[in-house]
C-alpha cells in the first residue's frame, strides 16, 4: 500500500471523498469490488466512494453495500446515460435516482464525441455514437427531462465523455435550471478544454472535476494539473482518481498520491481539504 510523503495526507483522507471510481462486478476488469473499495476506504476514514459503471446504475449495487452495516464510509451510486440503459432515457434515469443515485453522467464510452476520438487515434472510420443535440445545436427534449428529474432528486449531472459545444450546452441548461453539475475529464484528450473555456463553466456555476488517471495515465503532468486548479481556484473543484483499472493502484492510494502531488506544489492543507471535503460534500450533500 502506498506510504504517503506528507503527514497531512493520513489526515486528510479522513472524512475525503472520492466521487469517481470504477469497481467490480463491471464488463472491464477492475482491481476491487464494490465492498473491498468501500473497506479500504473505511480504513482511512473516509467520507463517501462514489462507485461508477459504464454500463449503467450503481445505485442498488450503493444501496447493498451500505445495508450490511459494517462500514461509517459511505458507498453513491450513479448511473451513466450509454446505450446499455437506453441512452438518454429519464425512466432509467428516475429508476436510479429512486434507488439513490446522487450522479448522473451524460454518455461515456458511447457518445458520439469519445467513439470519433478513438476512431481518429486508430485511424479508423468513426461510428455513429448518442448525442445530446439535435441537428441545429439546441439539447434533445429528453435531456432537458433527465435535467428536471436531477433537480428533483438533488442530484448532481455530469458531463461525462461528450464534446465541448454539448457540455456547454449541459452546464448552461442546468446552472439556468438550478441543476448542481460538474465538468468532467477536461485535461483528457478525447474531453480536453482550454483553460479559459473550463473558467467560463466555472463562473457559470459549473464544479470541476481533477483526476489522478490524468496524470497517472501520463496524459498531463502534475504541474499542469496544479496550474489549472490555481487558474479556477480550489473552492471551484474537486478531486477525485477515475481508479479501478485492473492494473493500476487502488482507489485509495491514488487520492493519496493526488494530495501528495498537490501538496508538493504548493497547495496547503486547507486548499487540498476543500477540494476533497467540502466540494464534493457539497455536490452529493
Not at 483522507?13 to 471510481?21: E, Q, S, W
Not at 453539475?181 to 457559470?204: G, M, R, Y
Not at 480550489?234 to 502531488?261: C, H, K, W
Amino acid at each position: 500500500m502506498y506510504q504517503p510523503q506528507h503527514e497531512a495526507v493520513l489526515e486528510l483522507m479522513a472524512g475525503a471523498y472520492d466521487l469517481h471510481t470504477h469497481t467490480a462486478p463491471d464488463t472491464l476488469p477492475r482491481i476491487v469490488n464494490d465492498f473491498e473499495l468501500t473497506a479500504m476506504a473505511n480504513d482511512y476514514g473516509m467520507a463517501g466512494v462514489m462507485l461508477k459503471n459504464h454500463s449503467g446504475s450503481t445505485a442498488a449495487r450503493a444501496a447493498l453495500v451500505n445495508s450490511c452495516g459494517k462500514f461509517n464510509t459511505k458507498a453513491y451510486g450513479s448511473i451513466v446515460l450509454n446505450s446499455s440503459v437506453g441512452g438518454l432515457n429519464p425512466q432509467a434515469v428516475e429508476t436510479s435516482l429512486r434507488l439513490g443515485a446522487k450522479m448522473v453522467w451524460m454518455p461515456t464510452i458511447q457518445a458520439h464525441n469519445h467513439i470519433e476520438y478513438v476512431a481518429a487515434v486508430g485511424g479508423k472510420q468513426a461510428a455513429s455514437g448518442i448525442r445530446v443535440l439535435n441537428e441545429d445545436g439546441t439539447l434533445k427534449p429528453e435531456v432537458y427531462e433527465i435535467l428536471e428529474l436531477i433537480k428533483q432528486y438533488g442530484a448532481v449531472v455530469a458531463t461525462g465523455h461528450i464534446s465541448l459545444g454539448e457540455s456547454a450546452a449541459v452546464i448552461y441548461a442546468a446552472c439556468d435550471m438550478g441543476v448542481k453539475c460538474v465538468l468532467t475529464h477536461p485535461d483528457w484528450n478525447c474531453t480536453s478544454l482550454p483553460i479559459e473555456v473550463q473558467k467560463a463553466f466555472v463562473k457559470k456555476g459549473a464544479m470541476v472535476e481533477k483526476l489522478w488517471l490524468d496524470i497517472g495515465h501520463n496524459l498531463v503532468s502534475a504541474d499542469y494539473m496544479a496550474l489549472t486548479i490555481r487558474e479556477l481556484g480550489a473552492e471551484n473543484v474537486f478531486l477525485s482518481t477515475d481508479r479501478g483499472q485492473i492494473r493500476a493502484e487502488y482507489p485509495v492510494e491514488s487520492l493519496m498520491m493526488f494530495m501528495d502531488a498537490m501538496l508538493d506544489r504548493g497547495f496547503n492543507h486547507r486548499q487540498v481539504y476543500i477540494m476533497t471535503h467540502d466540494n464534493p460534500a457539497c455536490l452529493i450533500g
